[in-house]
Every structure is written in structure tokens, then in C-alpha cells.
């Protein structure tokens, strides 16, 4: 599957399945997350191609096989805690902040929230596990 057709199926698939779904409770759940951006999985070529940002106001992860990609909400956070606007006592490290791990989305899932992306889904799930590198054995 070509890169281009990757990118523009998780540009689709993060507005309307990650963000939405977030927005609304129906998936993710709270998890601590670091503050940290640049990491070395950012840095490594899978991190260049699909880059580190959400393109939303609210406050959401997507982790992309180890790639967490925050939103401009979690970067606006951010520069809240960094600025030090408010009374804290030590170094803020982590925040709890809504996050949407990619392999445990389930078909039931996108089947509600865009019924037109799962077909495509499995194919993209499988071109991303080969450009990350894992070792795998698909099953038909």
C-alpha cells in the first residue's frame, strides 16, 4: 500500500474515528502521559512520515504503534504548565489526558463512528505494522 494513500486514510480516520470517538467517550480511556515530544520513535523515519500532531482543539493522544501523536489541545496544555501561570510545587512530568491506542480499536467501533473506513482498515492496520518493523504472522 502506498505511503500516500496511509497518510490520507489516518487523516480521515483521525478526525472522524480518533477525535470523534474521544470526544464522545465511546473509546480511549485516561492514561498518564508524558510531556516529552520529541522521542526517539518521533525522530525515527515512521515518526517523520506520519508525524506527531492531531489536528484538534481538544485533549487527545493517538498512539500509532508507539508514536504518540498529541493534539494542539495537549500542546496548548503544555505550554500552560511549562509557563509556570500557576502554583505548583516540583516538576510536572506527566499529565492524565484521553488516549486511543490504534491496535485496540475494535471493527464495531468504526463500523459507528465512519461505516465508509472500514473497509480499508485491515490493510492499513497491516502496511503499518511493516513500516514499523514488528514481526508478524497474519492470519486470513
Known sequence: MAIEKILTYLKE?????????????????????????KTKLFLSDFGKTF?????????????LYGLLKKSRGFHALKSIIDSGSFDRSGQVRSIFAP???????????I?????????????????L?????????YKS
Do not use: C, Q, W
Request: charge should be negative; avoid cysteine.
Open 129 to 137: 505494522l511493516d513500516l514499523r518493523g514488528f514481526n508478524h504472522d
Open 51 to 63: 508525524g506527531s500532531d492531531l489536528d484538534t482543539d481538544e485533549i487527545v493522544v493517538f498512539d
Open 99 to 109: 488516549v486511543i491506542h490504534f491496535a485496540s480499536i475494535r471493527y464495531e467501533e
Open 13 to 37: 480516520f483521525e478526525t472522524r474515528v480518533v477525535i470523534e470517538g474521544a470526544v464522545s467517550g465511546m473509546i480511549g480511556a485516561s492514561e498518564r502521559v508524558s510531556l516529552r515530544s
Open 111 to 127: 463500523l459507528h463512528l465512519a461505516p465508509d473506513l472500514i473497509m480499508e482498515f485491515s490493510s492499513v492496520k497491516r502496511a
